[in-house]
C-alpha cells in the first residue's frame, strides 16, 4: 500500500510551534502568504515597498516594526512604470537610512505575467528557485490573471500555485489586492473584491483604508493577535516620499521621533550584552555609517564601551537597566 506520512498527534515535536515567528514584527509573519489590500490610492503600494526595503536591508519597517529575518526581496510591479518604482524605493531608503545601492531588491522586468497560464507559473517558480528570496512581493493581483475573481472554483487554483511556492521554496508571498470602492462600513477582510477565498488564503494579512485625509493600518493573523486602525502618514523629504506611522498615535515616542543617538542607545539597552554594529544596526533600522557614527560618539561620552566581543552600555554611566538577550 502507498500510504500517506501520518504521526500521533503527541509525538510531534513541540518546537516554536506556539510562539509566531515573524519576518516584520508585528506585520508579517515568517514563511506567510497574505493579502495587502485597499480600495485604489491609499498607498499600497507604498506599503508593499516599504516591506520590500525593510526585509531586503533590516531596517525597521515603517520606522517601528523590527525585521526578525532578513534577506533578498523579489517583486513584480504590474502596473508602475520601472522608473516609478525605482524613483520610490529609493525614497524609502533615504527616509529609513538604507545604501539603494546595495540594497537586494529584485525587479521582475517582464511586462506581462498570468498565472493562469502553466508557462507564466513555471516561469515565475524558475525565478523564485534561483532568486531564493524571502520574501516574494506580486502588486496587483487583478494584473496577474484573466479569471472571474467572484467564481472561488477559478480563484482557488490561483491562490493554491502561491501557496505551494510558499511550501516548496520558504518563501513568504505578498499579494496586494483592491478593496472594493466605499467598503468602510465593512470589516477590512470582508471588503476585499472577489471571493472570499482571498480573506481565508491569508496567513498575515495587511488593511489600509483612508478616512478623509486620514490612512489606517489594520493587522490580521491566523496565529497572532492583531492591531486595528494604526494611523499612517506620507511623509516627505526633498523629493523623497515615504509611509511612516503618524506621530503619537500610541503615546510612545516611535523611533521615527527619537534622535539616531537615542536610537542607538535604546538599541543597547534592549540587547543587554555586547552586540556587534551589524546586530544594532539591525535592530535600530538605521546605516552602518550613522550607526558607527553614533557609536564612536557614545564612546566619547563614555556612555558605551567596547570590547573585542562588541559594544555595550556602561551601567555606571547610563544608569539604565538592561535585559537578558533572551528578551529580544
Known amino acids: 500500500m502507498n500510504l500517506l506520512p501520518f504521526q500521533r498527534a503527541s509525538a510531534i515535536s513541540t518546537g516554536q510551534a506556539a510562539l509566531t515567528r515573524w519576518l516584520v514584527e508585528g506585520l508579517w ?15 499600497k503600494s507604498f506599503l508593499a515597498l516599504d516591506l520590500a526595503v525593510s526585509v531586503a536591508s533590516g531596517a525597521a519597517c515603517l520606522r517601528r516594526y523590527p525585521v526578525r529575518q532578513q534577506g533578498r526581496v523579489l517583486l513584480f510591479p504590474a502596473e508602475d512604470p520601472l522608473a516609478v518604482v525605482r524613483d520610490r524605493l529609493e525614497g524609502i531608503c533615504a527616509a529609513a537610512e538604507v545604501d539603494f545601492d546595495s540594497l537586494p531588491v529584485d525587479v521582475i522586468t517582464e511586462p506581462v505575467l498570468r498565472l493562469d497560464r502553466d508557462a507564466d507559473r513555471e516561469r515565475l517558480a524558475h525565478t523564485v528557485a534561483a532568486v531564493r528570496p524571502v520574501l516574494l512581493i506580486l502588486d ?15 480563484i482557488a487554483p490561483l491562490l493554491s500555485c502561491l501557496r505551494e ?32 477565498e482571498l480573506h481565508g488564503w491569508g496567513d498575515s494579512n ?3 483604508r483612508r478616512r478623509g485625509a486620514q490612512l489606517t ?8 493577535p492583531s492591531q486595528d486602525d494604526i494611523p499612517l502618514q506620507l ?6 516620499l515615504a509611509l511612516t506611522v503618524a506621530a503619537g498615535s500610541d503615546g510612545d515616542a516611535t523611533p521615527a521621533q527619537a534622535t539616531p543617538l537615542e536610537r542607538v542607545r535604546q538599541a543597547l539597552r534592549e540587547i543587554g550584552a555586547p552586540a556587534s ?10 546605516r552602518t555609517a550613522s550607526v558607527c557614527e553614533c557609536l564612536a560618539e557614545l564612546v566619547r561620552q563614555g556612555a558605551v ?3 573585542g566581543r562588541g559594544y555595550r552600555l556602561d551601567p555606571a554611566a547610563s544608569g539604565a537597566s538592561t535585559f537578558p538577550v533572551s528578551h529580544l
Do not use: W
Open 29 to 43: 509573519s515568517e514563511q506567510a502568504v497574505g493579502i495587502l489590500g485597499g480600495e485604489p490610492k491609499c498607498c
Open 140 to 154: 496587483p493581483m487583478i494584473r496577474l490573471h484573466r479569471l472571474d475573481e467572484n467564481d472561488a472554483s477559478q
Open 165 to 196: 511556492l510558499q511550501r516548496r521554496f520558504q518563501v513568504a508571498v505578498l499579494l496586494v489586492h483592491h478593496a472594493r470602492k466605499d467598503s468602510n462600513g465593512s470589516r477590512p477582510g470582508q471588503a476585499l473584491r472577489g471571493s472570499s
Open 206 to 208: 495587511l488593511y489600509m
Open 217 to 224: 493600518l489594520t493587522t490580521e493573523h491566523r496565529a497572532a
Open 235 to 240: 511623509t516627505e523629504a526633498g523629493s523623497a
Open 277 to 286: 554594529v551589524s546586530r544594532i544596526r539591525k535592530l535600530c533600522g538605521m
Open 305 to 307: 564601551t567596547q570590547d
